[in-house]
């Protein structure tokens, strides 16, 4: 990975929320160019309302206006044309990838890699990424714009607030364990 790699959210890293305000900070911090679809946000949208019964349509729409309000040029549209002659394991996976061609993306980051098979992301020179294998590559190549993403994000945590070994726990729970290690060393030497 070399630059600021363009990276498609799928909506799998969208949700739950402190993996979604990490990235959102990446993206603000220009270390990655973050893009989505408002289909990307339909999908996260519809994911968290199924298992939050507490959460309101209104609250994660407002959540949708401060992303795209906030990280610049992230809308990606018009690669609907491109959808019906990509083959994916899953259909409804195919705006994704289409909106990754459009974008002009080197990567997908999505926790659901079956669903993006390298023979079908090679010839458009896309690779699907986990989470914690891209924030592991981003941290090595550029720990302290990471961290300090991260740790923005940390002290933005306000209800409550998180200690750094709180904030670590938390990128845990979310599959970040190698790249939670290594935030945790960067701190402790730095």
Not at 61 to 71: G, K
Not at 93 to 112: C, G, M, P, S, Y
Request: hydrophobic share 40%; aromatic share 6%; charged share 25%.
């Amino acid at each position: 990975m070399t630059g600021n790699a363009t990276v498609i959210y799928d909506a799998s890293v969208l949700y739950p929320a402190p993996l979604r305000d990490l990235l959102m900070h990446l993206a603000q911090s220009d270390v990655v160019r973050a893009r989505w679809t408002s289909c990307i946000h339909d999908e996260w949208m519809r994911s968290v309302l199924s298992k939050r019964g507490d959460l309101r349509a209104e609250q994660l729409e407002r959540t949708r206006q401060l992303m795209d309000a906030h990280v610049r040029d992230c809308l990606v549209d018009g690669f609907e044309h491109r959808i019906a002659g990509l083959v994916l394991p899953d259909p409804h996976d195919r705006h994704v990838l289409a909106a990754a061609i459009e974008a002009k993306a080197q990567h997908i980051l999505t926790f659901n890699l079956k669903d993006f098979p390298p023979e079908a992301l090679v010839p458009h020179q896309i690779t699907a990424r986990h989470p914690d294998d891209f924030l592991l590559e981003l941290l090595n190549r550029v720990p302290r714009a990471v961290a300090a993403a991260a740790e923005r994000h940390r002290t933005s945590l306000k209800s409550p607030s998180k200690s750094l070994p709180e904030y670590l726990a938390t990128l845990e729970r979310q599959g970040l364990d190698r790249s939670a290690k290594y935030l945790g060393q960067w701190f402790n030497q730095n």
